[in-house]
C-alpha cells in the first residue's frame, strides 16, 4: 500500500477509535455508569467490531494486542470526557451524530482492511458492514438498551450496506483510493443522518405474516 494511502487508513482508524469510544462514555453516562464502567464502555465500543474482522479473517493478534495505542486513545478520550461529563448535561441525541461518524469510519476502514486480503466482493462488504455496527452493538447491549441495528426500522446497518457496496464497485473499477474513502463514508452517512433528521425506517413485517397468520 502507498504511503499516503497507508496514512490516510491509520489516521481514520485512530480517529473512528476516538469517536466509538466518546459514544461508549455517552451510552455509560445516560446508564449513570461509575468510571470503570465508562473505560470498559469506551474500550469495548471503539474496539469491538475490528475484534470481530480480525478474529473472522484470522489476523492474529488482533489490531489493539499488535498496537496497544488503540488502547490508549480510546481511554484518553474516555478519561478526557469524564471530568466535562459531570459539569455538563448532554442531550439524549446527543450521541447520534458520533455515531453515525464512528459507523461511516469503520465501514470504510472494515472494507478497506478486507480488500488489501484480498478477499471476494461480497465478503469485503460484510466484513466493512460488521466493522462498522458490531462496536456500537456491543456497546448498546452492554448499556441495557436496544441495539441501534435491531430497533424497529431503524436505519443503522441499512445505512452502512450501501456504502460497503459503493466502496466495493469503485474498488472494482480502479478509483482512486481517496475518492473511494471519501464516497464509502459520506454514503453511510448522508443515509444515516437523513433517517435520524427525517425520522426515515424500514418496512417492519406485519405481525400476522411473522406468526404464520391469524385463525
Keep these: 500500500m502507498p504511503v ?3 496514512l490516510l487508513l491509520t489516521s481514520a482508524d485512530f480517529v473512528g477509535t476516538a469517536v466509538f ?3 461508549g462514555v455517552l451510552a455509560s453516562s445516560r446508564r449513570r455508569m461509575d468510571w470503570i464502567g465508562a473505560l470498559v464502555l469506551a474500550i469495548v465500543t471503539a474496539t469491538g467490531g ?13 489490531f ?3 498496537q496497544p495505542l488503540y488502547l490508549w486513545i480510546a481511554t484518553g478520550t474516555a478519561l478526557a470526557m469524564l471530568p466535562l461529563l459531570h459539569r455538563v448535561r ?3 441525541r446527543a450521541l447520534l451524530l458520533p455515531d453515525a461518524i464512528g459507523l461511516a469510519l469503520y465501514t470504510w476502514i472494515g472494507c478497506e482492511k478486507a480488500q488489501l486480503l484480498g478477499l471476494p ?3 469485503v462488504a460484510l466484513l466493512g458492514v460488521m466493522t462498522g455496527t458490531a462496536g456500537g ?6 448499556s441495557a438498551q436496544i441495539p441501534n441495528i435491531l430497533k424497529k426500522g431503524e436505519l443503522y446497518a441499512a445505512a452502512s450496506i450501501p456504502g460497503a457496496v459503493v466502496f466495493v464497485v469503485m474498488q472494482s473499477l480502479q478509483a482512486a483510493p481517496q475518492a473511494i474513502a471519501a464516497a464509502c463514508m459520506l454514503t453511510v452517512l448522508a443515509i444515516r443522518l437523513a433517517a435520524i433528521r427525517w425520522q426515515l425506517t424500514l418496512p417492519t413485517i406485519p405481525e400476522d405474516s411473522a406468526s404464520g397468520g391469524k385463525n
Excluded: K
Excluded at 475490528?50 to 488482533?62: A, H, K, S
Excluded at 452493538?137 to 452492554?142: K, S
Design 64 to 66: 489493539w494486542i499488535r
Design 137 to 142: 452493538l456491543i456497546r448498546d447491549v452492554l
Design 90 to 92: 448532554f442531550p439524549e
Design 50 to 62: 475490528g475484534t470481530l474482522r480480525d478474529l473472522l479473517t484470522g489476523q492474529l493478534p488482533v
Design 121 to 123: 466482493g461480497i465478503v
Design 4 to 6: 499516503s494511502a497507508n
Design 21 to 23: 469510544a466518546a459514544t
